[in-house]
T-cell receptor
């Protein structure tokens, strides 16, 4: 069964700590994306990657970092510079540059202790 | 600046009736539109899409209508079923963005009563 796996489902972080969210896909998709969802709002793009070893900032990249060392994996690090990290984080992928639709994982809910 | 807006935060419908979810956009560069359905604590699931060269696309109980002059799209669900209860997001993409960025609306909570 192909899909996108995000782990963990729930994550707690102390203030001042960095934390990394995992995203793995076995759909053989080239493009991968990270979104953030806050209550009552739509999804906002944090970072995206169209190809291995390349990634670009989205609309709200400040306080986040990513890497794309393998086609299947696109981890997101929420750094201590992110002032309001509590949110629901969603990873997505699509077949090619600009390809639609994007397919989503089940998300990681990050909370600050 | 919200380029994609879903002005109704919620919609309540009786089972068997039609559900109509609306979405407005402001960016004339958008040329591809999608609807996603989302259950709590899960990721969005793609439902249906429409290109700007069409004004209607149908898939089973789901139909999306696009009115380019009004910059408005709507999702019709007929007949509505209790399992359709979820949050529905519309999203838009523009050919001017090479990376296929999706801009999402805020979502509409649909509740279908038995």
């Amino acid at each position: 069964d192909g899909g996108i796996t995000q782990s963990p489902k729930y994550l707690f972080r102390k203030e001042g700590q960095n934390v990394t969210l995992s995203c793995e896909q076995n759909l053989n998709h080239d493009a991968m994306y990270w979104y953030r969802q806050d209550p009552g709002q739509g999804l906002r793009l944090i970072y995206y990657s169209q190809i291995v070893n390349d990634f670009q900032k989205g609309d709200i990249a400040e306080g986040y970092s990513v890497s794309r060392e393998k086609k299947e994996s696109f981890p997101l690090t929420v750094t201590s510079a992110q002032k309001n990290p509590t949110a629901f984080y969603l990873c997505a992928s699509s077949r090619a540059r600009g390809g639609q639709p994007q397919h989503f994982g089940d998300g990681t809910r990050l909370s600050i202790l | 600046d919200q380029q994609v807006k879903q002005n109704s935060p919620s919609l309540s419908v009786q089972e068997g009736r039609i559900s109509i979810l609306n979405c407005d956009y402001t960016n004339s560069m958008f040329d591809y539109f999608l609807w996603y359905k989302k259950y709590p604590a899960e990721g969005p699931t793609f439902l249906i899409s429409i290109s700007s060269i069409k004004d209607k696309n149908e898939d089973g109980r789901f139909t999306v209508f696009l009115n380019k002059s009004a910059k408005h799209l709507s999702l019709h669900i007929v007949p509505s079923q209790p399992g359709d209860s979820a949050v529905y997001f519309c999203a838009a993409s523009g050919s001017g963005t090479s990376y296929g960025k999706l801009t999402f609306g805020q979502g509409t909570i649909l509740t279908v009563h038995p």
